[in-house]
């Protein structure tokens, strides 16, 4: 399809959200410093709403010299105005204020930025909130770190033995009691590894914006100290779009019937509204759409943005699909992965046609000359019983000398996935299977996935495994329940984590680091490992003088010190745990990403480590069917033992491959939130409004963050939204409250007073709103006696 001409000279109507009406010399976000021909109008030109991007020679040598900064773009969706971008020095976030000084990069976009003078930072209040000065309602957690207690010991370096690495990276002096003798199982008894290879019988966008606590600074505040302010910026070019352009949304007719423009064009309003407003041609919309609008009112609608030039407001794009009614799970799911570039076709031919014909399959004979022969062994899964793809499994045998052999044993995925491939090569740009909550988008055919290497019992199958000897003392997530013919949601409950759960996880997270540390000793060039790096320090020192103040005995020496304060500092019953959760996630807010990477492109070894984990090599092995990082690793993990050669990959190509694995793992991660997002909001639509006792997790100036007890999802409370007289914020120390003054409902009575701050339990309603699929959060009326603050040791 022809798509128009993308100079037209679209003439800009009205300005995008974030942006004041009056966009000049020192309109927002743009540089009093930038030169007023800019912004000028000549005649047969428009001036001129975003800045030029700067030439790919000025950003290299920008880059180079320092006086640039690159970094993922990080929209707030409940601020869209607001963005900010890492700092590489792991202090403070970047700010970037407004849409025109995103300059039209997009949410994820890797973009290069230009700080601004001194004298336009942005200025923090005293009564700001971390989460109103950095970029942290999406931050991620490290896989690793999400349901499993850490290892405590700092680490040895790691040439220290060339096989007996766990024993350099743990002992028994530092366990965590608070978690039973797992720890103890894996740590005292360790005493050799080795590594086969063989063959076995195995947030709503449209919630109300506050008023932004920022102002910039004028010339007669540079006595705030250097504290007080956050550095800001600017975007003047953008190296990798990885925002996929898509967005779902709505269609609308312009308001201008008699301009040109009508004639041409109608106007698509995204859902998210960090994505700008978007001219799409008529032509592209239904035929009968000019006619009757309203037919269309509750459609959902794909499109993609195909050009935003300078001098419009409003970006160009191509209507790509009708989705269907809005609301509904299947449009609304369609629209969720399209927006994340996530490829949910179905396999190819040419794809399936890589894969064995004939089955069942069977192990040729030549393999078992190449591989350790398990299949009279005792090999076990532990899953639950509705995973289709095993593709991990455990055994454990006693020893003739009293001691016990472990094993981890991993599904050969990488055996049917020959390199070049083009089943490779889907599997390499999918890199991640994407679970939802009705069903998953594999990274693999499901006859790969569910047949050729499912560990079924009593059936013939290809691994790779990771053997201990131990001593004899071995020594939100919300599930739901689906109707089986509408598939709605007919309840929830936060999921179950057992102890089998974490005895699989500490297993798989030793073998990780052994293949790690087997895989980087063989090439230290070539190894495809997972760093994580410290948290940022900045927040991580306001965290503790804030924990200080509460009188709670953190320790932040290392993530298994804190994984160990937040275990002994709170009891079990449900309010304690619910503390400890919300405490859990403040200590999450400073977390940076846990990435994949190549060795021999990352030269200070120091920065190998994984800090979630405290050990110094880490690596992704366990998981090949729906990680391809997995796969990428079982190559050189073959190669290493001598199994196959070494994978025709060079250290930059290898890197290029583990950028892309974490900017997918991303996507995945996002669409699982937005998936469960939409069945609790469906949940809440048919059976609500729903009531729960909740615990405040955050505190703005005109509103809070709660966790809903009962369900283990979190919501921002708003305070224009409750029948209030006044509200007040104040910070006491590092402590922020928010005080309530309710209207009576009696003109005799007084009014409630109701101080909310961190750790207080509050009443809560869910509600769905009239528009399709969102919900909202309100506080219950407290009584004449108003609600506790935050509960104290006797209370919890």
Known sequence: MSHPDCRLNLRPLGTPRGVSSVVGPHGVGASPGDKKAKSKSVRGKKKSIFETYMSKEDVSEGLKRGTLIQGVLRINPKKFHEAFIPSPDGDRDIFIDGVVARNRALNGDLVVVKLLPEEQWKVIKPESND?????????????????????????????DSPDVIIEAQFDDSDSEDGHGNTQNVLVDGVQKLSVCVHDKGKEDA??????????????????LSEKSLQRSAKVVYILDKKHSRAATGFLKLLADKNSELFRKYALFSPSDHRVPRIYVPLKDCPQDFVTRPKDYANTLFICRIVDWKEDSNFALGHLA????????????????????????????????????????????????????DLRKDCIFTIDPSTARDLDDALSCKPLADGNFEVGVHIADVSYFVPEGSP??????????????????????????????????PMTDKLTFSVIWTLTPEGKLKLAFTLDHETGLPQGCHIYEYRDSNKLVEEFMLLANMAVAHKTYRAFPERALLRRHPPPQTKMLNDLMEFCDQMGLPMDFSSAGALNKSLTKTFG??????????????????????????????????????????????????????????????????????????????????????????NDRRMASKRVQELSTGLFFAILVKESGPLESEAMVLGVLNQAFDVLVLRYGVQKRVYCNALPLRSHHFQRVGKKPELTLVWEPEDLEQEPVQQVVTIFSLVEVVLRAETSALKYSAILKRPGPEGLPGPLDEEEA
């Open 131 to 159: 989460k109103e000065t950095e970029g942290t309602d999406e931050l991620d957690l490290p896989e690793e770190l999400c349901g499993s207690h850490l290892p405590q010991q700092s680490v040895k370096g790691y040439n």
């Open 423 to 456: 089943l490779d090569k889907v599997a390499a740009e999918r890199a991640t299977s994407v679970y939802l909550v009705q069903k998953v988008v594999p990274m693999l055919p499901r006859l790969l996935c569910e047949e050729l290497c499912s560990l079924h």
């Open 206 to 223: 449209d919630a109300p914006v506050t008023k932004d606590e920022s102002t910039s600074m004028s010339q007669d505040t540079r006595v």
């Open 321 to 372: 699909k009708s989705l269907g009614q809005a609301g509904e799970i299947e449009p609304e799911t369609e629209g969720i992965l399209t927006e994340y570039g996530v490829d949910f076709s179905d396999f190819s031919s040419e794809v399936l046609d890589c894969l064995p014909q004939g089955l069942p399959w069977t192990i040729p004979p030549e393999e078992f000359s190449k591989r350790r």
């Open 572 to 661: 079990d019953d449900k309010y304690s745990l619910a503390r400890k959760e919300v405490l859990t996630n403040m200590c999450s807010r400073p977390m940076q990403m846990a990435l994949y990477f190549c060795s021999g492109t990352l030269r200070d070894q120091a920065q190998f480590r994984h800090y979630a984990l405290n050990v110094p090599l880490y690596t992704h092995f366990t998981s090949p069917i729906r990680r391809f990082a997995d796969v990428l690793v079982h190559r050189l993990l073959a190669a290493t033992l001598g199994y196959r050669e070494l994978p025709d990959l060079e250290p930059d190509a290898l890197q290029k491959q583990a950028d892309h694995c």
